[in-house]
């Protein structure tokens, strides 16, 4: 009996066994090295990206990476300003997903919210409601929503003024091959300000598109109208 299943084994082996093991491996090796998907749990990135979004990674945004590590086989393009990524925190190694607000050489620092980079401050303006309606009318309560201007792009922000956080820091150097990240809900992020600075090599790929959107607290019902939308 013990042959005879062997035997069956050793056909399957042959006949499927092998392509699967092997098509298991590309498919795994491509979601590590070229592209992915990264679900978003919490609102660090409100109110641009929400808790239940389902975000398109771009793996191959800025280098090509050994699957499954972080070495760099090539690299054609650095992070830019305004850019979503997802990296691995150096605090715990958990990967997240945050706006880069500073390049290598830039001077970082806030004063009561306002973002401040080699002492230009961001430029402040009232936020499109359409992207403020986008969160659910009673989430809405006690924040405040602007449009932030760096480097000549604007992108969504939020602040909850009651909330104690770490509104205001002295000016910081972001050292080289290093990046200074924050969430778009300023306080409500722990982001650069917490555990410091992203090296390169710990930044997985660029954020660009929500793929799906779900809202957990309604029973997973689909927001439809953010699918596939760009991310600004």
Request: one cysteine or more; a positive charge.
């Amino acid at each position: 009996m013990l042959n005879k299943w062997k035997k069956k084994l050793s056909l399957f082996w042959r006949g499927w066994g092998c392509s699967i093991v092997i098509a298991m491996l590309i498919a795994t090796s491509f979601k590590s090295a070229i592209a992915d998907w990264n679900d978003v749990p919490t609102g660090s990135m409100k109110p641009t990206i929400l808790e239940g979004d389902r975000i398109f990674v771009n793996k191959l945004a800025y280098d090509l990476k050994f699957p499954y590590t972080t070495w760099h086989l090539a690299s054609w393009d650095d992070p830019k300003r305004g850019d979503i990524v997802v990296f691995f925190s150096p605090a715990d190694g958990k990967r997240l997903v945050k706006r880069i607000v500073g390049l290598p050489g830039d001077a970082i620092a806030m004063l009561n919210n306002q973002l401040l980079i080699n002492g230009k401050a961001a430029d402040y303006e009232t936020l499109d409601q359409k992207i403020i309606n986008q969160i659910a009318p009673h989430k809405q309560l006690n924040h405040v929503f602007f449009g932030e201007t760096i480097a000549g792009q604007t992108h969504p922000v939020m602040i909850t003024p009651a909330r104690p956080s770490l509104r205001s820091f002295a000016p910081v150097i972001v050292p080289e091959r290093h990046y200074f990240l924050m969430g778009d809900n300023r306080d409500n992020s722990a982001d650069s300000r917490f555990f410091g600075f992203v090296e390169r090599k710990q930044i997985v790929g660029r954020a660009t598109a929500v793929v799906i959107s779900l809202k957990p607290d309604e029973h997973y019902f689909p927001r439809w109208e953010r699918f596939f939308q760009k991310l600004l």
